[in-house]
C-alpha cells in the first residue's frame, strides 16, 4: 500500500500525531511519500531521520496511491485538494485543528482509524467543486488551480464601503447585492464561512450550491439555495478599482467590471469516511446539537 500524506505543523497538538502516523504505517509496512516542503519541515524539527519519496503542488498523483493523509484542519484539507486536483486520489483527514467538518478522525484514537485504512474497511464521499473563469482572463487566477471545495467568495478592497455585486442565474439575472461581498458555497463549504453568514447547513450528497450575501445593506437578502448545474456570473463594481475574489485559502485581486462565471468542475474530490465518523454525528459534535446543562 502507498499513501501520501501531507500536513501542516502546530507544535503543541501535531507533533505526537506526525509520530503515531510514521510509526504505525512503518510497523505494517505502508510506503509514504511526503509533500516536499512538509518533508523538509520534519527534518527541521527533527520528528524524522529516514528518507522518503516527496510529491509536490508540481507532482501528478496516480492511482498507485491509496489515499492522501491530510495533517491538520480543514485549512488543510483544502489546500491539499489542490494537490490532488483531478487525480481521483481520495484525501483522509486526521484532526489536528480545532473544529474539523473535514478532518474527522480524532487524534486521540489514531491507530485505531489508520488499522481500518490498512484493512480498507472504509467508504468514500464525493464532494462537488466549483470553477471560476475571469473576463478579461486574469494572470492572478491560475487556469489549473481556478477551483474551490468550499466557496468562491468576492469581497471589498482597499476599502469600508460596499460592493454591487450583479448577480445572474443561467444569464437570467436575479439581484444586485449592495453588501461587503457575496459567497458561493458548496454543500461542503455550506458549514464554513457561508454559516457564519447565515447560510443554510446541506449535508455533502445534496446537489445544490448556496448564495450568501455578507452583511447585506438590505436586510431582505436572503441566502438562497440553486441547483448545482447553474451557471452564475457577477459582475462586481465599487468605489475602488479592484475588489478581492477568493477560492478556499487562495486570494486574487480582480478589476472592478470584470465578468465571474462560477459553475460545478467535471470533477469531484473525493473523501474517507471511517466507520462511525459520519457527517450527522460530526454535526452533533461540532455544533453542540442536543446539549444542554441541565442534562
Request: glycine share 6%.
Amino acid at each position: 500500500m502507498k499513501v501520501a500524506i501531507y500536513g501542516q505543523y502546530y507544535q503543541n497538538s501535531t507533533e505526537p500525531i506526525i509520530k503515531d502516523i510514521f510509526v504505525f504505517f512503518n510497523n505494517n509496512n505502508v510506503e509514504m511519500v511526503i509533500e516536499e516542503n512538509f518533508l523538509k519541515m520534519l527534518y527541521e524539527k527533527q520528528l524524522i531521520k529516514k528518507e522518503y519519496k516527496t510529491f509536490s503542488a508540481k507532482t501528478k498523483l496516480d492511482n498507485s496511491f491509496e489515499m492522501l493523509l491530510s495533517i491538520g484542519g480543514d485549512g488543510t484539507i483544502l489546500r491539499a485538494a489542490s494537490l490532488v486536483r483531478n487525480s481521483g486520489v481520495p484525501i483522509l483527514g486526521i484532526n489536528a485543528g480545532r473544529l474539523g467538518f473535514l478532518a474527522t478522525v480524532p487524534k486521540e484514537s489514531i491507530d485505531v482509524f489508520l488499522q481500518f485504512v490498512i484493512d480498507k474497511n472504509y467508504s468514500v464521499s464525493e464532494r462537488a467543486l466549483l470553477s471560476l473563469t475571469c473576463d478579461p482572463k486574469s494572470d492572478a487566477i491560475e487556469d489549473d488551480l481556478n477551483f474551490a471545495m468550499n466557496e468562491v467568495t468576492v469581497s471589498r478592497k482597499d476599502t469600508t464601503s460596499m460592493i454591487t455585486v450583479e448577480t445572474y442565474l443561467n444569464n437570467e439575472y436575479l439581484n444586485s447585492y449592495w453588501a461587503d461581498g457575496l459567497i458561493l458555497s458548496t454543500p461542503t463549504g455550506s458549514t464554513g464561512y457561508s454559516l457564519s453568514c447565515g447560510g443554510p447547513i446541506l449535508t455533502p450528497d445534496v446537489k445544490s450550491l448556496v448564495i450568501t450575501p455578507i452583511a447585506p445593506h438590505n436586510l431582505n437578502a436572503r441566502p438562497l439555495v440553486i441547483p448545482d448545474d447553474t451557471e452564475i456570473k457577477l459582475r462586481v463594481s465599487g468605489r475602488e478599482d479592484q475588489y478581492l475574489v477568493s477560492l478556499d485559502s487562495r486570494i486574487a485581486s480582480i478589476k472592478n467590471e470584470s465578468v465571474l462565471t462560477i459553475k460545478k468542475t467535471d470533477f469531484k474530490i473525493k473523501m474517507v469516511e471511517i466507520p462511525g465518523e459520519t457527517f450527522l454525528k460530526t454535526l452533533r459534535k461540532k455544533l453542540l446539537w442536543g446539549e444542554d446543562k441541565r442534562n
